[in-house]
């Protein structure tokens, strides 16, 4: 089975508005997930200031049968180049194999964004940038043992 491409938003704090009106737009659809910088502020290794506490850290909805990431654009590497890259593709890699091929190809030429390592989502991720300026999220949740 292949790996799932899942377009990423960025916005300038308006995420939340902007999921819905996306989902009035085309007149149906759902929010799946909307986690707040307030609530991931001690699970992360930069600061967070209180402003941004209500934004989306990461968001998840749904329309036209497509599902849609999305976030507000703070925190590190969202400073002054944030406008130049306002969609970003995730992968949501099924292997070991396949995050690490994906993560030393696609970053090849270009530039790691974000090292490949477990998050506090419990998810190896990445960010990293092509040789062409498109920016990719590689992701490959974690599952524990049961």
């Not at 600061?47 to 990431?69: A, C, M, N, P, R």
């Not at 590689?138 to 049961?146: F, R, V």
């Amino acid at each position: 089975m292949q790996a799932k491409i899942t377009p990423y938003l960025m916005f300038r704090g308006e995420a939340e508005e902007a999921m819905n009106y996306y989902i009035d737009a085309f007149g149906s659809g759902e929010i799946v997930r909307m986690n707040r910088y307030g609530d991931a502020r001690s699970n992360v290794e930069w600061s967070i200031v209180e402003e941004d506490y209500d934004k989306l850290i990461h968001g998840e909805f749904i329309v036209g049968g497509q599902t849609i990431y999305c976030a507000d654009s703070t925190g590190p590497g969202h400073g002054q180049h944030a406008e130049e890259h306002r969609v970003h593709l995730t992968i949501a890699c099924r292997s070991e194999e396949e995050v690490t091929r994906l993560y030393e190809r696609l970053s090849a030429g270009g530039r790691v964004l974000m090292p490949l390592q477990i998050t506090f989502w419990q998810s190896k991720f990445a960010v990293v940038e092509d040789r062409f300026g498109i920016r990719w999220q590689l992701d490959l949740p974690q599952h524990p043992a049961s």
